[in-house]
């Protein structure tokens, strides 16, 4: 090919040309091995396939694990490959958010911009020296080709391009993983699709659709029982261990915390007994990831976002999420006071630890799912312990968790810290900048007199508070809770109180959810994941 090349560019063009326009597979190997660096896997192999049969109005579902190059494949390569050949005139690109959508598009802008030999052998270039972020042209030898991006759930009836409606719809990552949980708003969007999206273009438009099953109805699910779709569902994990047994002890090793040599013991089990522990075992892309990587992955992130992101068969949602709590007691062994951890029995002096507190204020509204009564201002507390091999672990201590006014749950900030000694604390400030603050500024200034009074020596209280806005939708962040709780990283005390305790052992289905975000916030406290702002008044932080 090579002297090919040399001898006569232009034929060199024609030749490939020809090949790729019938090997989707060879285009991307050629133009797109800064893509392409792994031997492709079933998923990958099939959709090769499934377009070498050049079919018009096709209905297709691909449902694929998290990571392993659904979108590359099939929002980015594809639609290349069809602009390249004057496969398509009008390409959709729906995702659940606008930004996802423009994501689309800006990586087959890069494409066309950056890649030399793409735009060499196939002539493309734009039509206007600044394409859109939204929507841009193409231009190829044979003609120009029209590309959009439109959000889920927009109004978007009678899309049109000159005289052409789309011809190829591409729906990636369409639905939300907040809203995948409402009923409703899962109905609306299946109705979406059915009544605005599958009428946009004409009797030859395909509708593809691509992503990770989110939940049990989700879009994805219903459309893979709909005899119009051709539809498949892939597996990181095709066939497991038939040795659960030794990945049972396997994990008994990675989770012992208290030794810092875990992960390195576990390993080595792993190694003295690989041929059992993987017996009759698959995986969908072992060159991205083995059978052991996928375990590892599975105990960092937990069975639930597991079976959801890599297996796409999610948990039934109205199982508990921490469903493995480990518990602890304060104990004195010979005149040393500390946490005895039933599961290992093992016993953690307190001399050794560090305190810290989150708060989750009350707002003043119902937030519990039935829509009645206030909510719950409720404080963590708890003991950072530094583990050996990195890491740290958290001994959730003491609660405050009732439905108080502003003066008694900031009172009881600093009752916790006088039994405590906080070297950090943390207030969720979304609804009340600045002025919650001022008033734990306050009341501050009235322990320290009250101290002083009853000629306490050390009345002076010095605690760095960090003002934490959460952005991130919040039962997202609670669920990143869960390998944390289960696996023993975070450990509960008998003495905390049966409200805050059946907040955290009945999520998500309790009626109040104050509990468990207020120990997400105490839990990234911990984990530094809060930084002082420039303006650090008077011992006061933000996030």
Known sequence: MKKLWKKDRKTAHEWIKIRCSEDFELFCRLFFRHYCALEFNKFHRDTFDFFQEHKRAIRSVDCAPRGYAKSTLKTLLKPLHDICYGLEKYILFISATKAQSNQKLKDVRAEILDNVALCDVYGLGFESKRPGTEAFQVQTPDGSIYLQTVSSGTEIRGLRFREYRPTKIILDDVEDSEEVNNPELREDLYNWLMEVVANLGTKETSIEIVGTVLHRDSLLMRLTRNPAYRSRIYKAVIQWSTRQDLWDEWRRIYHDLD????????FKFFEKNKKEMLKDTEVLWPEKESYYDLMLEMEEKGR??????????????????????WWYREE????????????????IPMESLEAFGALDPATGEGSNKKGKGLDYATISSGYKQFLNGGGCRLFVHADFTKKAKPSRYIRAIFEHHQMMSFVKFAVETNLYRGLLMENIKRERKNVEKELKKTGVKQWAIRVPFYEIDNRENKIKRIFTLEPKINNGYILFNRALSIDYMNMIEEFPKADHDDAPDSLEMLWGLVNNRYKPSAINLNLMGSR
């Open 332 to 347: 004195t062994r010979k005149g040393v006071k500390g946490f005895l951890i039933e599961r290992t029995n093992s016993f």
């Open 304 to 325: 639930r976002a597991f079976m959801k992101e890599k297996q796409n068969a999610p948990l039934p949602s109205d199982e508990a999420l921490f469903d493995n709590i």
């Open 259 to 266: 030794d810092d040599k875990r992960a390195e013991k576990a």
